[in-house]
């Protein structure tokens, strides 16, 4: 059910069951979140949703739903998409740190009166126990590591793969980079850093963030701050260990005012929205 550009499912079709046009939905995805009001939105005959995936991960879990991958082309292409497939409902499901296809379906929206649906996740909120050095950008969390001593320590790395050179870059050649990532690191390590891949995907439990962190002498970990459930374990193995976090704030997106902060909320969200005669397209 891939696809570059238009939705697989045929627009015109109406869901058996149904004497209405269904409600077009694009979600923009890439977050568990997404996956799970995909998931949920799949099996109701009331809806035909497009999955759209930017394409960084090689192999992304397929979807119930009709999935494009790729970029829209800025703000102007969403815009474009938008009206071609007529689309009643726009969700911005992205993740926290993906703050420019978030403002392109803020500005998207706008020029074409869709509505708008941002699911926002909250940021993990700091404890009383935590040792957190909270940074703006990876760039200062690459600079906050000179402040860990001068003795080498194994360092784990979770902000992803793109900015992976960026932070490797920058931060002090003494430490062993312990690198989990979905896609493989070759070609973001710079020569002389001592970088260890863990090709691994979330969900992961305590248990296994506390076995790893024990297993591999973890010293410092270093993340963005995603927010969620899905890599929250991480967090709490720190606490529970006492180990030193550098951790990114999320980027400003945004704000959009129907937004909700889990896929239960986006699809009740959706349901009321669906019931309004007034947001349907057209109307
Ligand atoms: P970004 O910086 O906000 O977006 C860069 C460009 O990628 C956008 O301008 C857009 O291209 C394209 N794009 C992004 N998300 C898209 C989507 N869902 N569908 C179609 N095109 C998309 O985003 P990013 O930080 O590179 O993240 C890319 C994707 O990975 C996001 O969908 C996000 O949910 C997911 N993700 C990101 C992170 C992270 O840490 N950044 C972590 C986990 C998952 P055009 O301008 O050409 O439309």
Known sequence: MLSQGAPTASLDSVSAGTDKDPMRILVLGGTAEASALIGALAGMPEHEVTLSLAGRTSSPRLAPVAMRVGGFGGSDGLAGWLRETRTDL???????????ISANAFRAAAATGVPLLALRRPAWRRHACDRWTDVATIAEAAAAMAGFGEAPLSVLVTIGRQELAAFLGAAPRRHAYLVRAI????GAVPPGIDAIEIRDRGP???????????????????????????????????????????????PSKPDVSATVATSEQALAWIAVHQASPSTKRGV
């Open 90 to 100: 726009l969700v911005d499901a992205t993740h926290p740190f993906a703050a420019t």
């Open 183 to 186: 896609e493989p690191i070759a």
């Open 204 to 250: 992961f439990s305590l248990a296994a963030e506390e076995a790893l962190m024990r297993e591999r002498a973890v010293g410092v970990l270093v993340t963005k701050n995603a927010g969620g459930g899905a890599t929250a374990p991480k967090i709490e193995a720190a606490r529970g260990l006492g180990l030193p976090v550098v951790i990114v704030r999320q």
